[in-house]
């Protein structure tokens, strides 16, 4: 048990090989090179999914979808890209305009950066240097994510208010109140992942999964925390089901509904690389990253792993897409329910839980127990809660009636 | 430190990136603001309110929980990573703990205070006048993007 304390140390020591040996010029260099192409596949993929998204969707609906610009319409995106260029940028008069401009930095930004801890791959050489196939391997990998995803908050609740615009407003302030609750649930989720790993650093995350398919924290863990930061990073992201920061028919287009032009544009190529950010997070957490089904032979070729992590992240990228062509949008208490009463602390009883059945089994049983007991207290506080709100609205009257 | 250097990298990157699209669209894209496009938009309906500044109470008490079981998830991610060495102390601790702030929670559940329901009673709707007609309402834009004043 203290052995692999030991291990785990010295990794969070070692982290990228490449920086063994200190920077210098070539090291400089490889990480320019590697920023490059982080940066180019993340725009591939952020047009990728929006075509595909669009597709997708329209084949579930029985329409045909772009079809036009490209080889099936595949370079619809950029043409779409290409022309909000050329389209008129409003500053509303009422605007906050310092702040009106910086909101779209915040929300891309973090949408960049969330990218660089995700490992995509095994090691490669690159000019006699080892390195591995993943941006960046900081020691506080995870709470890298955590705080890029805090980060975005930000952006959706600045531009809101900024826009000195009531349907903005209204959408950004639900938008904060959504994501702060569902951040809770997913760094709760997260937290288990952390727990059975015992350390921040994503590679080792990986690397404890790559053993065999049943080392895969969304079998380790058993299923729930998967569940639970599915839904919380759905939620996070904004997508339908819980889309209701954007909710057309109430709020006209939510917290961006002032911005037009290539301002508008940043938010949406955020929201989409956001997606792609919190699947290929989810693909490193839960389903063992690069590492395929099978017991791990050192990976033969660097990008066999890399088709394996591509695989796994188009499984959720589908979900999404499926999602959003399936269920109706919550109503907005029905969300903050689910998120508070249910989510969160149903991810920390498993939190609990998992502690103590590493510890030992009857710990375990007897946390759950407790656990349980707990629960249904719960439900009880969940009930007088509803009637005490009740007893409030029934004492005011209703005015429309008496007037 | 050296390991957050393509972290600092990627954030230039996308620094420049942004602005560089920024500054392509102010070159690129016409300019020709009127009084309607700067106003804020409401689907054509003129404002005859200003946004509110006051929102309903949950949603600053959703955040002020929201700090607290931040907090929480805090502690826990340092005691997640060494919990093999602190064994059955932890447990107990971070049981305590989590009572702790479930006990506070249940009580912020019991009265109502995450307890959004479909509003049961009706507000007083004050723009319901006779002088609010689509006349007054709906606003009229010319070819060239003027307001047209209602007749």
Excluded at chain 1, 73 to 99: H, M, N, S, W, Y
Excluded at chain 2, 6 to 21: D, H, K, Q, R, Y
Excluded at chain 2, 40 to 45: A, D, K, L, R, V
Aim: a neutral charge; proline letters at 6%; aromatic letters at 12%.
């Amino acid at each position: 048990m203290y052995s692999k304390r030991e291990a785990v140390g010295s990794v969070t020591l070692a982290g990228d090989p490449l920086f063994g040996g200190g920077v210098d010029g070539a090291v400089v260099l490889i990480v320019l090179l590697k920023t490059g192409v982080a940066f180019a596949a993340l725009m591939v993929s952020v047009l990728f999914m929006v075509w595909f998204e669009r597709k997708v969707v329209s084949d579930m609906q029985n329409r045909i979808g772009p079809n036009r610009a490209g080889p099936w319409g595949t370079l619809q995106t950029l043409a779409d890209g290409i022309k909000l260029f050329f389209k008129e940028d409003l500053l509303p008069e009422q605007a906050d305009r310092r702040i009106f401009r910086l909101a779209p930095y915040l929300s891309i930004v973090p949408a960049f950066l969330a990218f660089a801890v995700v490992p995509l791959g095994g090691v490669i050489t690159i000019a006699g240097r080892e390195t591995r196939l993943q941006l960046a391997d900081p020691p506080v990998g995870i709470l890298f994510l955590l705080a890029m995803s805090s980060v975005a908050v930000y952006g959706v609740m600045l531009a809101g208010w900024s826009s000195g615009s009531k349907y903005p407003l209204l959408g950004s302030v639900r938008a904060s109140a959504q994501m702060v609750s569902y951040e809770a649930a997913l760094g709760l989720s997260m937290a288990a992942v952390v727990l059975v790993t015992g350390s921040l650093l994503t590679s080792d995350i990986v690397s404890e999964q790559s053993r065999s398919i049943v080392d895969w924290n969304l079998f380790r863990l058993g299923f729930l925390p998967f569940g639970i930061f599915l839904v919380a990073a759905t939620a996070e992201l904004n997508r339908p089901p819980f889309d209701l920061v954007e909710a057309e028919q109430e709020l006209v287009g939510g917290f961006h509904t002032e911005y037009s032009s290539l301002r508008f544009a940043l938010f949406f190529l955020a929201e989409f690389m956001s997606t792609v950010t919190m699947s290929a997070v989810m693909v490193t957490l839960f389903l063992g990253g690069p590492s395929g089904p099978g017991p791990d032979r050192g990976f033969p070729g660097a990008f066999l792993p890399v088709f394996w992590f591509l695989a796994k992240l188009m499984i959720f990228l589908f979900i999404y897409v499926w999602l959003r062509a399936t269920l109706p949008r919550l109503r907005y208490d029905q969300l903050m329910d689910l998120g508070w009463k249910r989510l969160i602390p149903l991810s920390l009883f498993w939190l609990l839980v998992l502690a103590a059945m590493i510890l030992d089994r009857r710990y375990g049983f007897a946390v759950f127990g407790a656990g349980i007991l707990l629960g249904l207290l719960l439900l009880r506080a969940v009930q007088v809660g509803q009637s005490a709100t009740d007893d409030a609205a029934g004492a005011a009257p209703a005015v429309r009636e008496a007037g | 430190m050296s390991e957050y250097l393509p972290i600092l990298t990627m954030l230039v990157l996308a620094l420049v990136f942004a602005a560089g699209s920024f500054l392509a669209s102010a070159l690129l894209a016409p300019r020709k603001p009127t009084a309607a496009k700067s106003a804020p938009y409401e689907c054509g309906i003129v404002p005859d309110k200003e946004p509110a500044e006051r929102f309903p109470v949950r949603f600053y008490l959703v955040a002020m929980i929201f700090i607290i079981f931040d907090i929480e998830i805090i502690f826990l991610y340092p005691w997640a990573v060494i919990f093999r060495q602190l064994e059955l102390f932890g447990l107990i601790e971070m049981v305590v703990f989590a009572l702790a702030v479930f006990v506070s929670f249940i009580y912020l559940i019991s009265n109502g205070a995450l307890d959004w329901g479909p509003a049961r009673r009706t507000l007083a709707t004050t723009s319901l006048t006779p002088g609010r007609t689509t006349d007054s309402t709906v606003r009229r834009i010319s070819r060239t993007g003027e307001t047209i004043e209602a007749a």
